[in-house]
């Protein structure tokens, strides 16, 4: 079985716009917002800790190695509901302690410079609640930039692998330390990828990207503002977003209905974005993460 020159020049394309869409965006808004790298370093880090390690671990214990829950988790309604509350949970309480201890460190700095804060003069203190949007954005690239890598390019990377090997008829050989039927379910996947395939991996990371960066201004606007409910409204909305992923993976909903529903959500979240950070934040920051 070959897969098609188009298909693999599709895919390579699609891994590396999903992999520079961050880098660009940084790059783009870095001056315009004052981005710095801290909060985005940040995002990472958080991402990586609760994301990649503590969810995992989570599921790993829940869906396989506890026999009472993953009998209570087969069936496909459960499975929804634990999926997406067990995203929601681990990456919101991550991006709120992340972006308590911007605050607290930014905070800090801002006292410790209040005598030059209050000589600011008037066009410079104009600047502050764009600067102070800047570090949840920085945020959010570094959070979802950090999934669109871990989780989209890297996967999509090593299927492109395995399907230069297959074209080489050097795949059985590469894997020969899997059993048979993993092997043919390796060779299943590769002879059904298509250009579509390219085209829907790509706007599910650019949606999630969108997605990561629209909670991280509403966690930063919410603890900016001293708003207590802010950490339920984000596990509420995060685990709103992984319902329908959820959903497909249960077989009850198709995939063309997953993606419709994210591209119609991603473009009103962009728009939200537009709007949201061109309005003042009324108690902003003074001195940001550095």
């Not at 693999?8 to 520079?20: I, M, N, R, W």
Request: aromatic share 8%; with cysteine.
């Amino acid at each position: 079985m070959v897969v098609a020159p188009l298909t693999l020049s599709s895919l390579a394309l699609a891994t590396l716009v999903v992999a520079a869409l961050p880098f660009v965006i940084y790059r783009r808004l870095r001056r315009p917002l004052a981005l710095k790298p801290r909060p985005a370093i940040a995002g990472i880090a958080i991402f990586a800790l609760f994301a990649m390690v503590i969810e995992r671990a989570l599921n790993d214990y829940v869906l396989h190695r506890n026999e009472a829950t993953a009998t209570f988790l087969s069936h496909p309604l459960a499975f929804v509901v634990y999926g997406a509350l067990a995203a929601g949970i681990c990456e919101e309480v991550g991006r709120f302690i992340g972006m308590r201890l911007l605050i607290k460190r930014a905070s800090a700095r801002a006292a410790a410079s209040a005598s030059a804060s209050a000589s600011a003069t008037p066009a410079s203190a104009h600047q502050t609640p764009r600067t102070d949007d800047g570090t949840a954005l920085a945020y959010g690239l570094g959070h979802g930039g950090a999934e669109a890598w871990l989780v989209g390019v890297m996967v999509q990377v090593q299927w492109i692998l395995f399907a230069v090997f297959e074209n080489r008829g050097q795949l059985d050989s590469y894997l020969s330390n899997l059993p048979t039927e993993s092997l043919m379910r390796i060779h299943l996947i590769l002879a059904s990828l298509t250009p579509q395939t390219a085209g829907i991996f790509a706007l599910e990371r650019i949606a999630a990207l969108v997605f990561q960066i629209g909670l991280s201004v509403l966690m930063w606007r919410g603890l900016r503002a001293g708003w207590r409910g802010i950490l339920p409204l984000a596990i509420a909305l995060h685990a709103l977003v992984d319902v329908p992923a959820a959903l497909f993976q249960a077989q009850l909903v198709p995939l063309a209905a997953v993606d419709a529903v994210y591209a119609l959500a991603a473009v009103v979240v962009v728009g939200l974005l537009f709007k949201t950070l061109r309005r003042p934040v009324a108690d902003a920051v003074t001195e940001l993460p550095r």
